[in-house]
């Protein structure tokens, strides 16, 4: 049998950083506000020109470098994101592009904040049916270019970043099981205003603005529930008990929502992954950016079992089990 295995990560954070003090100067808000009601205290936004892609490769080629592995080795990529850089090629062509690969299969997964999930599933697949052996994985998002900055219900929140893993077939096992899950009947909840609003007329077709909108309180309630059902699931599908994990790495949308999953799990938040607070929403790209940290900085290890979870816009969300 073939087994996947996660062989390394790298991540990528664009050089400015936007305070909950500089947002003080472009919304009526307030730091203590975003702290308490989110635990963001800074996030990362890209500089003009700066386009999805381009946070991609540098976090691909931190992967690649973990792994032991030069692009030419790739035989699958899947890039995760709902800010791509352009509707087409793919940002996942354009960042085969920037690696220097030709021929093998790459395109891109959109599910909001369960991108990263969504593709690691996907990976996973190619890996344990044969179909890939060496599979770059990618999570990367410019939120910022679709965040509405005068609503401060939403512009608090997100923010921009990548992270990347490689997945290889290894004798040993790695990723467990993955579990993902839509209910597109949730859509009006968290959405993007319609960029063409249902024309043809090109004049009206120029204006392709679409921003991020929410039903914020809804939304964290469906996020808590779900994420509390769904890590019950997959541990018991799993036949292992939470205590079996030493590592939870959330999406990182909101401390409260991270807090109520531990809880749900049983699990200390000394045996969780928190970058919310530095990195804020990064959708996709939260889960490979959390595990990045942790790994770089030794406090996962080789071995450890790790929870992942996530949930977004759609509805999505899902969960993957893995030794790392
Ligand atoms: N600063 C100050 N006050 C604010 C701000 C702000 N930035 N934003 C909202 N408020 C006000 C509201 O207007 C409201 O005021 P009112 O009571 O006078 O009407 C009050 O604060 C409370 O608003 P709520 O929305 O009820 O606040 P809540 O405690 O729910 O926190 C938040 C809001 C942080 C958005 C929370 O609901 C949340 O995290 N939701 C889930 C987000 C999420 O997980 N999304 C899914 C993933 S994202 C994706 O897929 C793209």
């Known amino acids: 049998m073939i087994h996947s295995r996660i062989t390394g990560t790298g991540s990528y954070l664009p050089e400015r950083v936007m305070t909950n003090r500089d947002l003080e100067q472009i919304v009526d808000t307030s730091d203590s506000w975003i702290r308490e009601r989110t635990g963001i205290e800074q996030r990362h936004i890209a500089a003009d020109g700066q386009l999805t892609s381009d946070l991609a490769e540098p976090a691909a080629r931190r992967a690649l470098e973990a792994a032991g592995r030069v692009p030419e080795e790739?035989?699958?990529i899947i890039v995760a994101t709902t800010t791509p850089d352009r509707t087409f090629p793919s940002t996942a062509c354009l960042l085969q592009q920037k690696l220097g690969i030709?021929?093998?299969?790459?395109?891109?997964v959109q599910a909001v904040c369960t991108g990263f999930v969504y593709a690691l599933s996907v990976a996973d697949k190619f890996i344990k049916t044969g179909a890939a052996r060496c599979a770059l994985v990618v999570g990367a998002e410019t939120l910022s270019r679709i965040v509405n900055w005068s609503d401060r219900n939403t512009c608090v929140l997100f923010a921009d970043g990548a992270g990347a893993v490689v997945?290889?077939?290894?004798?040993?096992?790695?990723?467990?099981?993955?579990?993902?899950?839509a209910d597109g009947s949730y859509e009006s909840l968290l959405t993007t205003t319609k960029p063409n609003p249902e024309t043809t007329d090109p004049e009206r077709l120029a204006d392709?603005?679409?921003?991020?909108?929410?039903?914020?309180?809804?939304?964290?309630r469906m996020a808590v529930n779900t994420?509390?059902?769904i890590v019950?699931?997959?541990?018991?599908?799993?036949g292992m008990s939470p205590d079996e994990i030493d590592w939870l790495v959330p999406h990182q949308a909101n401390i409260r929502i991270i807090q109520a999953t531990a809880r749900k799990l049983g699990m200390s938040m000394d045996r969780v992954v928190v970058t919310v607070d530095r990195h804020g929403n990064t959708s996709a790209a939260s889960v490979p950016l959390a595990l990045d940290a942790a790994v770089r900085d030794g406090r996962i290890k080789r071995g450890d079992v790790i929870l992942t979870e996530a949930f977004g816009g759609g509805f999505t969300w899902g969960s993957a089990l893995l030794r790392y």
Do not use: C, K, Y
Request: charged fraction near 25%; charge should be negative; aromatic fraction near 6%.
């Open 167 to 181: 997945v290889e077939a290894s004798d040993e096992p790695g990723i467990i099981r993955t579990d993902i899950h």
């Open 102 to 108: 030709h021929g093998p299969p790459a395109f891109d």
């Open 208 to 220: 392709g603005t679409a921003f991020i909108e929410m039903r914020g309180n809804e939304v964290f």
């Open 74 to 76: 790739v035989d699958l």
């Open 227 to 229: 994420l509390g059902r």
């Open 232 to 238: 019950d699931q997959t541990m018991e599908a799993a």
